[in-house]
């Protein structure tokens, strides 16, 4: 009977293992097929679009209390809306990762406290010593928009998801410069979904001479930017070649020590005027987070200015001072060590650290984003 027992215990056993396997072989097709939405996008109703006359359309607004005002221990305040002399506009990366919609409604309550308090807090925040912070609400498309097989597809339906997005993203642009912004210097930042949009707000609106001539900088975090685009598509902004330089571009994504980011080539699209196109096999800029140069060196030292963990959320944990080099190699920003385990539990397969691309480095991109406002001011 023991024995029977045992054997069936050891069966048991043996098919959990194998379940588990399973599991984590197929993760990644499990996943798309749980946050697939499962029709077309001409298919489904897009929720109602933002009004972004409406403040309720925005996640960070000046002259009003959000978590885009707060500032960790230790760290210089934020400057006040009225003091501020240099707007930052932000755009949020993906918090919906629902498979009811292609785009997100803006009243979807899981989506909306992950960007209160893991973007608009954690991100958003680390521009508030250059200027005073507008962040619009905009009908994302879904997490799943970038895992479906585009290359599989005659008629790939993440892209039209993504147009749409864009759209209100333009759309909150136009508004904030017909409205708040009189003609005042303005930092464009971004992560994520956030930044690939970014990159066609660049091509479409940074070649006006007036608000080219207004852009502090752009930092679209966590995108991959083709290095060609510097001859092309974005000839009119050159990447960032030193900490202080104005009307350029920041660009950085974030591997530990054992980094293989050839699927994340393989999955990232970025916009070429209005076609989503591939970024796989093309030379990437990349920019160094903490020296803030495209030089290839590795910087790590002194020049860590504190990193951000994710917890507590209700404020803004006390900054950590991490003993790691970053180097770019091959449009990539490797860590040559990991972190510690407070920036470990969201690292995506194959030591990627893109959620972490902002709470690593939050306090080098405070300090930074400030020193470009203080530099562009001075040469006005």
């Known amino acids: ?33 749980y946050l697939n939405p499962g029709e077309p996008f001409a298919a489904m109703t897009p929720p109602p679009a933002p009004d972004y006359e409406n403040p309720d359309a925005w996640a960070a607004l000046p002259g009003r209390t959000d978590l885009a005002d707060l500032s960790p221990a230790g760290m210089a305040p934020a400057v006040s809306d009225d003091a501020a002399r240099v707007d930052v506009f932000f755009i949020h990366p993906t918090t919906y990762m629902s498979s009811e919609s292609w785009n997100a ?17 954690h991100q958003a925040s680390a521009y508030n010593l250059a200027g005073r912070i507008y962040a619009p609400r905009y009908r994302q498309a879904t997490l799943y928009s970038f ?112 980094g293989n980011p050839t699927v994340w080539f393989e999955q990232q699209r970025i916009w070429e005027g209005s076609q989503l196109v591939p970024v796989a096999g093309r030379a990437l800029n990349c920019t160094n987070p903490l020296s803030w140069r495209a030089d290839g060196a590795p910087a790590g030292g002194d020049l860590h200015k504190g990193a951000i963990p994710d917890e507590p959320l209700t404020r803004l944990a006390d900054p950590q001072m991490l003993d790691f080099n970053v180097q770019c190699r091959d449009g990539i920003a490797y860590m040559d060590v990991s972190p510690p385990d407070e920036f470990g539990e969201l690292v995506i397969e194959n030591d990627d650290y893109h959620v972490y691309d902002y709470n690593l480095f939050y306090g080098s991109i405070r300090e930074n984003a400030a020193l470009r406002a203080a530099a562009y001011l001075a040469l006005q």
């Open 1 to 33: 009977m023991l024995r029977f027992l045992a054997w069936g215990a050891a069966g048991v056993i043996a098919l959990i293992a194998i379940v588990l396997l399973v599991l984590f072989l197929f993760r990644e097709q499990l996943i798309a097929f």
């Open 105 to 121: 409604p803006l009243d979807d309550e899981t989506s909306q406290r992950i960007m209160q308090v893991g973007v608009v807090g």
């Open 147 to 258: 895992m479906e097989p585009w290359d599989e597809l005659a008629e790939p339906q993440g892209e039209l998801a993504l147009d749409l997005a864009y759209q209100d993203v333009a759309r909150a642009f136009e508004t904030y410069i017909r409205l708040h912004n009189n003609g005042r210097p303005f930092i464009l930042a971004s992560h994520s979904q956030g930044s690939l949009h970014m990159l066609r707000l660049l091509q479409d609106y940074m070649k006006r001479p007036d608000l080219l001539a207004r852009m502090v900088a752009a930092y679209p975090v966590g995108m991959s930017v083709p290095a060609n685009l510097f001859d092309g598509y974005l000839s009119h902004i050159p990447p960032c070649t030193s900490p202080e330089q104005t009307g350029c571009l920041v660009s950085w994504n974030t591997f530990g020590p054992d």
